[in-house]
């Protein structure tokens, strides 16, 4: 009997143990689990008509490009920053129509979001004509992929220009392919949704 008692007292303990280590368990789970991402399809309205968003957000690529110094660098230079990227060229009439938008949304936000946009001319000449056009264009710095690689690895495929939206954990969340006013009041709702995003 006594023997029993003594086993039965034991299953007990054993059992509040293992229960107290399961939801230990789920509670670190839980905390592990990424945190849930916002619906930036409701920004998809008047100026950003085009907004693609993706079901799962996306890796943002590794591809480089150049600083305007001619060094090496590529969008993990800006990881816990939220990032607009945007691919342009001087042949491009629309890219240059909505870069002053850009360097407005630049001016607007400071450090809390990084405005890059890069420039994809190649010849000695174009690229110092885009030079010389984003010099006008403050805060914006100019960017440059001479090798034209970079479009072919954003979602939008050789579009330009092409705008793309990554989050503080380097996530594309969004993208537009064409141009677009990013000084619109939709624009900047875009943005302080993925600014108000905890990183």
């Known amino acids: 009997m006594i023997v029993s008692v003594l086993a039965l007292g034991a299953l007990i303990i054993f059992g ?81 129509t909505e870069l002053p938008t850009l360097a407005a949304l630049d001016e607007a936000y400071g450090d809390e979001v990084a405005v890059v946009a890069v420039n994809v001319d190649h010849t000695p000449e174009q690229v110092q004509d885009a030079r010389v056009f984003l010099a006008d264009l403050a805060p914006l710095t100019f960017y440059a992929d001479p090798t034209f690689e970079l479009p072919f690895r ?6 330009m220009p092409q705008t793309i939206l990554i989050d503080r ?29 905890a990183g």
């Open 16 to 96: 509040v143990h293992a229960c107290a280590i399961y939801l230990a368990q789920q509670t670190r789970m839980e905390v592990r689990a990424p945190a849930p991402v916002g619906n930036l399809a409701v920004f998809a309205t008047g100026p950003l008509e085009a907004l693609s968003v993706p079901e799962v957000p996306l890796p943002a690529p590794t591809e480089g490009f150049l600083t305007p110094d001619g060094a090496p660098t590529d969008l993990s230079a800006f990881q816990g920053r939220v990032v607009v990227l945007n691919v342009w060229a001087m042949w491009c009439r629309p890219c240059r």
């Open 169 to 197: 954990d380097g996530r594309i969340r969004a993208w537009l392919a064409g141009e677009a006013d990013w000084s619109s009041p939709e624009a900047r709702a875009l943005v302080d949704a993925l600014v108000a995003e």
């Open 154 to 159: 954003l979602p939008g495929r050789q579009a």
